[in-house]
């Protein structure tokens, strides 16, 4: 997985609340059997007109907003199905930062599965933010001091040790977990006896 | 959570399913039952692949075919990629020694409709699948959750999943729901009060003697419907009626294991002053048939009530996503909603496409013709939900009625496959999201009870059940 260290740029705002996730990738992009190739179609319906013209006022198709690696968005980004293809778009467009008053659970999770980090701020800081991106001030993610600086401004946010670490680390998930290989096996044998009829082919 | 002091049932599974607490604070759930479909699997099986990994316990996973499938003439997938999704799960399934229910197989349907039916969800088991609606299996006192395609592949390598312990959240709710009112109406309102985020960070166990009084079907509708409330999971203690829907079931636990396992089952239920960190209380009289207006669950409102206006927002972002939903709708604040005219009408889903659902619109419908400017569309949540309402003449009836009867699958709840709204067509639908665009471009969803739904296509309009003769 990539790593997530550091990032500077201006940052696109997207004050709506509520972005599901049919929103950011909607389903006739769920019939890909790969990760990659997302990023054209990210908010499709709010980018493209029905001709598949790009919509010209929409921040992501306008200069500077069309380079953002940062979006800074409504309350309960991410909310609705579980498809991985949102942070896949997401990531393949290039953002790799999204800051919100909160997110939705399966969403954040996913976000920290592809190297993508989100950040939880509250209403004011929100505010604030919102309207330094859209008066395209350059905007510094620090992961390592949790910090995001803009304008002479410095705004700390909270995040799990161990989400940090994976993100600083680029670290996989399952590689971890199978260290604990035998924990899972002991695990299996002792379940076994008190739920015999989960385990009926666990030796 | 120490030993001895009171836990609720989430407690009791968490506990009971820890493989590994670990040092960075996470703990290392184990997972009973994985349950997969074709659109979130893909990206998955190419991970164990590229890694050279194997399926850790293939027989802990079943696999489906739902999302991408045609409701008629499915004999060719017509659509390219839709054919090589569903062939890559065929192949994925196959060579990973999983089993998998072929789109001609009678048990082929929903994931979350076949896993009950099937007798696959057991209460105090763990489950997952790649879809946010697992939350359905939650109804048999099961904890099951939604994952993504990265999280699909831990559990195929190593039947774990990496978590955090979520909160408790209980909502009770007391009293016989009056006539009218269903296990639809009370899970849109519940959302309607506590909003999509309100469940955040918890598990929400459904709990009181309206809910008691349910049978699973009904239950599973709430469940489904969590996280349309934004809760990872959604909780019913086990009860005899779980017991009795369960027995005999093909994947139940066979005779020789029946009393061991309802042993077991019997300690699930929470015990007396667990701890919950939310609480709510809601009395059934509360609840009116309800029908969403807007773009977001949560924006409900009672069949007998106004589009909203949304100068009566707490506040400005309200405002404005209010104002966005109305334009997207095509609505005018104030107009009743009764007077909201219908195109479609779409009966089914892992919401409400079960056999239940399709009697009580059977019963409503019997002996009269939807609006000519309507139409109709029935998808069966499974195959063999299909096949049962066909011995029960249910087909016959809402054919009569001028209903599409179709083969099983998500259908229109998402839209993958054919089935789909034109631009500004106005849509009841027995679904579970009403998001922009989800039922197709530019579409108008107002989601509401099958009950409604059936009146409403006879009607024209919506439709409140309890004027309708």
Redesign the interface.
Known sequence: MDKFISLKGVAAPL????I?T??II???F??????TGLGISLFY?MRYD?QGQEIKDFILNTSPFNQSKILVA???FG??????HA?WSLKDFGITCIIST?F???FY??CF??GILPIVVSPENSKKLMSLAVDQKEFEIDLPSQSISVSGEKIGFEI???RK?RLLEGLD??SI??N?EK??TD??SQ?KK?????F???K | MSTGSPKTLFDKIWTDHL??Q?D???S?L?I?KHLVHE??S??AF?GLKI?N?PV??P?ATVAVAD??VPTINRENIK?E??R??VQ?LANNTKEHGIEYFELTDKRQGIVHIIGPEQGIT?P??TIVC???HTSTHGAFGALA???????V??VL????I?Q?PAKNMRISVNGALPFGVTSKDLILYIIGQIG??GG??HVIEYAGSSVQSLSMEARMTICNMS?EA?A?AGLISPDQTTFDYLKGRPYA??EE?WA??LD?WSTLPSDTDAHYDKEIIINSLEIDPMVTWGT?P?DVVSVQGLVPDPSSAKTE??K??ME?SLEYMGLTSGTKITDIKLDKIFIGSCTNGRIEDLRNVAAIVKDKKIADHVEGMIVPGSGLVKKQAEEEGLDIILKDAGFDWREAGCSMC???NPDQLK?EERCASTSN?N????QG?GGRTHLMSPELAAASAIKGSIADIREFE
């Open positions: 004050p709506i609340v509520n599901d049919d929103m909607p389903k006739q769920l019939k890909t059997i790969k990760r319906e029905h409504g309350d309960n909310c609705g199905s579980s498809r991985e942070p909160s939705a659970d399966i999770n996913n599965q592809n799990e040790e161990y670490q998930d399952i977990t199978m604990y924990n899972i695990y299996e379940q008190n739920k015999p009829w989960i009926k082919d666990i | 493989v590994k670990r960075d604070g996470t290392l184990y009973d659109v979130t893909p990206q190419e890694s990994r850790r316990r027989s999302h991408n659509d990629q839709s090589i999704q890559t057991q105090g088991m790649g879809d946010s959750f939604g994952i993504g395609t990265s999280e592949e831990h390598a190593t039947q774990t990496v955090k999509t985020a955040n960070g996280i934004g990872r636990p066979a294991y061991k396992a077991y977001s949560e972002n309200k404005k996503s966005r998402l839209g993958m631009p999201r998001f922009e665009g989800r471009r």
